[in-house]
Every structure is written in C-alpha cells, then in structure tokens.
C-alpha cells in the first residue's frame, strides 16, 4: 500500500462546478499536510497547508481528519484556470521531516 | 515568498559524462534540501535529502555513488549525475525549507529537464 493516495482521477469537469479531491495517508505519525499545485512540465506550488480544524482560502477548502487520515480539497466555482494537477503531501515529524507525495489527481475545467 | 532557483534549466548531455545541477534558496536560509525526480506523468520521488554540512541522506534505491551532492552552504545544493545514461533522462527538481517558516513547508526549483542521448 502506498503511504499517500490520492483519488486516480482524473476529473473532468465544467466551470463553475465543485469537485472535490480525496487524499488518505498510512503513516499516523505524520504532522504536517499540504496540497500543492502542479501544471503541466512545472514545478509544484503550495495551495495551502490543511490543519484539524479546516482552512479556507477564497474558493478553495482543505480539511484534515487525524482520526481517519484523510484529507481532502474542495474546489468551489471552478475557473478554466483551476486546470492542473493537485498533489496531496504529507510530512512526518521524523527525519528532518521528509515529505511523501501522492501520485497526484488531474482537473480539467471544460469551457 | 520565498524564492528557490535551480541552474540549469535543461540540459542535454551525451551518454557516459557528468551533468552537475545546482540549487539556490534566494531570500532564505535553508538547512535541509530535498532532490526529487519526476518521470512523465508520475508524481514526485524523493531521491536523497541534502543536510548543510553534512553528509545526503539517500532515499532506498537510490545510488549515492551515482547522484553525488553537496549541500556546502546554507543557500546551495548540488547534485551530480555521474556518468549519466538515458534511463537517467528526468525532471529534477530541489526543495528548501525556510529556516524561519513553520509547518515544514517546502519551496521548489523550477526544475532541471535532463535528457542523456
């Protein structure tokens, strides 16, 4: 089993639709949670950062569950621009806080 | 934000030499750097971790002996493929980590596109 997954995708969906992303971990002693953006032959970028108690930030909504180890991205009112691929990551406590990530979920917003 | 660069941005080299690839945290200090290698459509595979001073910590399956790096300051990382053959043809890219930052938040490079003929 892989340590991170993430929904195979991809999505392909119109603009001004929701979708929502899911992402499960292995390791329960990871602390730190991250979605990042990856478009096509670019460097990922930090969407946000995902904490217990939710974070929003304009259209976009991250939720963690410790409980569950799961995390999740909601996208609302999705623009042609949201085109790309989400990567969850997450990153132990433990040596020097190596990250894993997942093999990343693919959004295509269709005019 | 904080802002890492890598040098170069591609780079194509012949089959059996040597390609060094350098990584720049700009406005931070950076203790710890990772190198990832991204096949196409494949995610992110962490290679080795870089320690300012000290020596990488290599990722299993990883040959320290072919991926050389050295992480001599605060602000620079290199990684040298050595003796380079066409599987090694990649997107590698480094990450830093903000010594001031919270969260273990990891900025990247744009990335190095190698391709070995």
């Known amino acids: 089993r892989k340590e991170v997954e993430q929904d195979p995708g991809p999505f392909n969906v119109p603009e001004g639709a929701t979708v929502a992303f899911n992402c499960t971990y292995s390791n329960s002693a990871s602390q730190s949670f991250f979605w990042y953006r990856q478009d096509c032959r670019k460097e990922p970028k930090l969407l946000m950062s995902?904490?217990?108690s939710g974070n929003e930030d304009g259209r976009f909504t991250a939720q963690l569950n410790r409980a569950s180890q799961y995390i999740s991205l909601l996208i609302r009112d999705s623009k042609l621009s949201d085109s790309a691929t989400y990567l969850c990551v997450v990153t132990s406590g433990t040596n020097a806080g190596k990250s894993t990530f997942g093999d990343g979920t693919t959004l295509t917003v269709k005019p | 934000g904080a802002v890492v660069s890598q040098h170069p941005s591609w780079v194509i080299c012949k089959s059996g030499t040597s390609v060094k690839i350098e990584c720049r945290s700009l406005?931070?200090?950076?203790?710890?750097m990772f190198w990832y290698r991204q096949f196409p459509k494949q995610s992110l595979m962490l290679m080795a971790t870089?320690?300012?001073?000290?020596?990488?910590?290599?990722e299993q399956g990883v040959e320290k002996d072919k991926f050389l790096i050295n992480h001599a300051s605060l602000t620079l990382s290199t990684l040298t493929v050595t003796s380079a053959h066409p599987e090694d043809s990649s997107f590698y890219i480094c990450?830093?980590?903000?010594?001031?930052?919270?969260?273990?938040?990891?900025?990247f490079g744009p990335g190095t596109r190698l391709t070995v003929t």
């Open positions: 406005d931070f200090q950076a203790t710890t």
């Open positions: 995902v904490y217990s």
């Open positions: 870089s320690n300012e001073g000290s020596k990488a910590t290599y």
């Open positions: 990450s830093a980590r903000d010594l001031g930052g919270s969260q273990y938040e990891q900025y």
